[in-house]
């Protein structure tokens, strides 16, 4: 084989296994689509002489290392309203909600157990994609993408990625209200643009009203608290009228003497980043709307 012939062959089995983005992230700006390239880079530099233990930890404590990484990154919300049409797998690092909060952390934990020179934004970005959207795949419109957690918990389990543990740990059905993003569309930039998507969300929540929404309630947690283990994703169920919505998601944090403590990104009314709080039971009780929680845990 001729020197040329091989570099070639080389070249191209180099470049039919390099991390591509995901289909939709191509066609906007990749500035759009991936924020913090600076942070991301340092933090892989940070993990790589970790690298071997890192993966040696199992995926919910690994989950939980990545979400102390954060710790202090300010809150921003409405981060994946991007473009005015086109939806996209999107990270950014420089801002988190209490959702890509938890979603960036573990596509971290995930990326992780890849070779190092897999560790890039384009693999961040399909495993964002991976646990984002419906079956795992973006179809380029607002409608694939999981905007209720309910949905996510249900959606990811049946894919095998998490455990819903929580009809197992006492969880029992109660009405939805499901009304949020009809009530606010404005707040919603693909929604402000595009009624039909108005219209898709409407009937998305139409069918999760019919749907009991199944939580512990909190003066159960305290029976089943033993349960919950670090990188455990927590969704809090709060008091909506006369049915309940999920509201906010954060990580189990279990420290060294044994409390159970709640991790999230804080809304700005309260810390405004991302902090480890009180311990769970006290910050349900503190927030008196607040009625349960449902229980995801990772498994790959």
Request: net charge positive; charged share 25%.
């Amino acid at each position: 084989m001729t020197h040329t012939r091989r570099q070639f062959l080389t070249t191209l089995a180099a470049a039919l296994t390099a991390p591509l983005l995901p289909a939709n992230a191509g066609l906007l700006p990749f500035d759009t689509v991936f924020k913090g390239r600076e942070r991301f880079d340092a933090l892989v530099a940070q993990i790589k002489p970790k690298a071997e233990r890192i993966r040696a930890l199992p995926i919910g404590q690994r989950l939980a290392w990545f979400g102390q990484i954060f710790l202090g990154t300010p809150y921003k919300g409405f981060t994946l309203e991007i473009d005015d049409k086109i939806e996209a797998p999107s990270v950014n690092l420089n801002g988190l909600d209490c959702w890509t909060f938890f979603e960036v952390s573990l596509a971290l934990a995930r990326m992780v157990e890849e070779p190092a020179e897999n560790w890039t934004p384009e693999t961040m970005l399909r495993f964002i994609e991976l646990d984002r959207y419906w079956g795992g795949k973006c179809d380029g419109t607002y409608l694939s993408r999981l905007h209720y957690l309910e949905d996510w918990l249900h959606d990811n389990a049946k894919r095998g990625l998490i455990r819903d543990l929580t009809r197992s740990l006492g969880g029992r059905g109660f009405p939805n209200s499901a009304v949020e993003m009809t009530n606010h569309w404005k707040g919603y930039r693909y929604m402000r643009n595009n009624p039909e998507y108005r219209v898709g969300i409407s009937q998305l929540e139409a069918r999760l009203r019919r749907e009991p929404l199944v939580f512990i309630p909190k003066a159960n947690i305290p029976a089943i608290e033993d349960k919950i283990q670090t990188g455990d994703i927590i969704g809090i169920v709060a008091h909506d009228g006369d049915a309940y919505g999920t509201s906010h998601v954060g990580l189990a944090l279990r420290k060294d003497n044994g409390a159970l403590h709640f991790m999230h990104a804080s809304a700005p009314s309260n810390y405004g980043k991302v902090v480890v709080d009180m311990r769970l039971i006290e910050y349900l009780d503190h927030f008196k709307r607040d009625a349960g929680i449902m229980i995801a845990r990772p498994l790959k």
